[in-house]
């Protein structure tokens, strides 16, 4: 059982198109994290979301933790090319060192 | 910048053999990760170790162990490698929990033929 689904899990558009990508669980999360992985890379942050109800804006992505700390949002604006990647969302599990990840979302953006 | 460093970016072993990944990570965290990442699969939690010589299971420890002697260097093992642990093993380490980052190696892929 993943402990955080993500919607869609690819998703292939043109360049200029807006997207969003979801990020759900059953359980309350101190906070969610969204990486970024290229191919032959690993995962790098973007961003972490702490507070229920938190908007967080980077360039032209903005991140939404929902107001019950158990979901997460990813809109990007205007994509480019340069999106293209695997976008994987992740939260430390309460009471443990452990942290988790979801399936990811595979975005191709075509010029 | 932090650095995590995995040692072989490709690795092909046989059936059967005892494989070694190895991780050093040069910014003093105390947590260090090991995940496996699979198409359709996402990263999943293999061990992670939260200071020197301690170390938790993950999600899919079967078949793997860890060692972890120096606070820098976290070590995967595949006992006896088979087929189904062909796949992109992930190494990372974070200074502490809850809501700090963590910071990943490139990944080596491994292929047991």
């Known amino acids: 059982t993943q402990l955080l689904e993500q919607s869609p899990q690819f998703l292939s558009i043109q360049e200029g198109e807006n997207l969003t990508v979801y990020c759900n669980s059953s359980?309350?999360?101190?906070?969610l994290q969204w990486y970024r992985q290229e191919p032959g890379e690993g995962p790098v942050l973007l961003v972490t979301?702490?507070?229920?109800?938190e908007v967080k804006k980077l360039k032209r992505l903005t991140f939404q933790f929902g107001d019950a700390r158990k979901d997460s949002s990813l809109h990007i604006t205007a994509a480019q090319p340069g999106d293209t990647g695997l976008y994987l969302c992740a939260g430390w599990q309460g009471g443990s060192e452990k942290l988790v990840f979801g399936k990811g979302m595979k975005l191709t953006v075509n010029p | 910048d932090v650095k995590v460093t995995q040692s072989s970016r490709y690795l092909v072993k046989r059936t059967g053999e005892k494989v070694f990944l190895e991780c050093v990570q040069d910014?003093?965290?105390?947590?260090m990760f090991w995940y496996r990442q699979d198409p359709g699969l996402g990263l999943r939690l293999i061990y992670f170790?939260?200071?020197?010589?301690?170390?938790e299971k993950g999600d899919i420890p079967e078949g793997y162990s860890v060692s972890r002697e120096k606070k820098e260097r976290f070590s995967l093992i595949l006992e006896s490698a088979s087929t189904n642990q062909t796949s992109m093993y992930l190494c990372a380490s974070s200074f502490g929990t809850m809501n700090t980052e963590a910071f990943f190696g490139q990944g080596t892929r491994l292929t047991v033929v």
């Open positions: 170790s939260y200071d020197v010589k301690m170390k």
């Open positions: 910014m003093d965290h105390e947590n």
């Open positions: 979301v702490v507070t229920g109800g």
């Open positions: 359980s309350v999360f101190s906070s």
